[in-house]
């Protein structure tokens, strides 16, 4: 019952994690995943863009090479090479773990888990079992883990509902993602659709808002059928999925280190970007570098830190989107106004050079962001976040 790594929750972050350890050096060692689902439905989808390789071509849904941006008076298509945009359905990335981790020396335990830290090891308990673990890493999250200090951060939430629709007539162009469509009333936050094509006939099209509060199902609804008939003069369609979620939006620290042997990953270790909600490429990149830290350090907790400048960014995004949320529309279509979506997405990925920080940046005007500083400053946001970052317990 003694096991070299444990990992609490066996979701993107954990069988990410769990499917890094298994293909590094350390492939022999006896892992421990604990989930308390069954992990057998498709609860979520999964979108990212990448310009290499990822270990997860052959199970991706569909893949576009082509990104629209909508909004009032302005709509524009690009080509992404080299990147793509795609899409990996929950439910498809759980069988493909299992199958790929069953080969190794992985025990599947389901139930819920606690976790207490110790000196030399972690203790779960799991319906009245216990398990000890050299390292454990931990992708529950719960409530009590951020005490909100509004003074010093914002709080908002990405909340959706999609259809995935067949319709009679053929209507969508499957090789372009539509990224946003704003053309719909801003409710108190960026309010935009989402449209990810397979077919000329059948497209996962999504309702989404970053605000604080989420709303009743029946608006989403409500919104959803208004478009499609608007837009796509569509009233005939079938729904064959719905998509709900909710993700947090937030620049709150979220401390990595939870004990002397407890590393918090994905939501939970702060790996949702507070700007955009996305976190799956993000969850990918911080396993690789959990993987390098046990094996040239021995332990998990030598990872960098997410670049400074890019968490600055986020902030002061973050509070434009929060404080001035009548903003956001035009914000984002003047960043994509003047500037080709490829240099957009590396930036939202926190990989573009300084020059095309500068070209994204000073797209929009300058006023409404100064102010976020000044109020970002003022609350001292960016000082109390990275200590809190490296906070580390005795
Ligand atoms: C509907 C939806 C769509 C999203 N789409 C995208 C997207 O397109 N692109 C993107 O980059 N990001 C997206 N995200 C954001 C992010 O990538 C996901 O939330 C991602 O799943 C986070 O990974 P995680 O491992 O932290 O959490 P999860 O994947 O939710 O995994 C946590 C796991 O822990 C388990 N668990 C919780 N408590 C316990 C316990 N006590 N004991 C045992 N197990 C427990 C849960 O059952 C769950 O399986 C989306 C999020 C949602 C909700």
Avoid at 135 to 155: H, T
Avoid at 264 to 278: E, L
Avoid at 328 to 355: E, H, M, Q, T, Y
Wanted: one cysteine or more; aromatic letters at 12%; hydrophobic letters at 40%.
């Amino acid at each position: 019952m003694t096991y070299d790594f444990a990992i609490l929750g066996g979701g993107a972050a954990g069988l990410s994690l769990a499917l890094e350890l298994v293909k590094s050096q350390l492939g022999n060692k006896s892992i421990l995943i604990v989930e308390k689902d069954a992990k057998d439905s498709n609860d979520r989808t999964w979108c990212f863009w990448a310009d290499q390789p990822t270990p997860y071509d052959g199970i991706a849904r569909k893949v576009w090479p082509r990104l629209r941006f909508q909004s009032e008076g302005f709509d524009r298509t690009w080509e992404l090479s080299p990147l793509r945009y795609q899409m990996l359905r929950g439910l498809d990335f759980y069988n493909y773990a299992r199958s790929e981790l069953e080969k190794h020396a992985v025990t599947f335990v389901r139930g819920l888990a606690d976790l207490e830290d110790g000196q030399d090891n972690a203790s779960l308990h799991v319906g009245g079992e216990l398990f000890a673990a050299q390292w454990a890493f931990d992708s529950r999250i719960r409530p009590s883990d951020v005490l909100p200090d509004p003074r010093r951060y914002n709080y908002l939430k990405q909340h959706f509902r999609g259809w995935e629709i067949e319709t009679t007539q053929p209507v969508f162009d499957p090789q372009t993602v539509t990224l946003f469509d704003l053309r719909t009333p801003q409710r108190g936050g960026v309010t935009f659709f989402y449209i990810l094509p397979f077919s000329p006939t059948n497209a996962l099209v999504e309702y989404t808002l970053f605000s604080p509060q989420v709303l009743p199902d029946g608006e989403y609804e409500a919104a959803l059928r208004g478009y499609l008939t608007t837009n796509f003069g569509l009233n005939d369609y079938r729904i064959l999925e719905t998509e709900q979620g909710v993700i947090p939006m937030t620049d709150h620290p979220f401390p990595r280190r939870l004990g002397r042997r407890i590393l918090a990953i994905g939501t939970r270790g702060g790996r949702v970007k507070p700007s955009t909600g996305y976190a799956f490429a993000r969850i990918q990149r911080d396993s690789r570098r959990i993987v390098d830290s046990l094996i040239r350090h021995g332990q998990p907790f030598a990872i960098p830190p997410d670049p400074l400048r890019f968490r600055f960014y986020d902030g002061v995004v973050l509070d434009v989107f929060a404080k001035q949320p009548e903003l956001g529309c035009s914000i984002l279509a003047s960043i994509f106004a003047r500037n080709p979506a490829a240099r957009v997405l590396k930036f939202l990925d926190d990989r573009s050079s300084l020059w095309e920080d500068l070209q994204i940046l000073r797209a929009p005007p300058a006023g409404p962001f100064l102010r976020a500083l000044g109020r970002k400053i003022k609350g001292k946001g960016f000082l109390t976040r990275r200590r809190a970052e490296r906070e580390e317990v005795p």
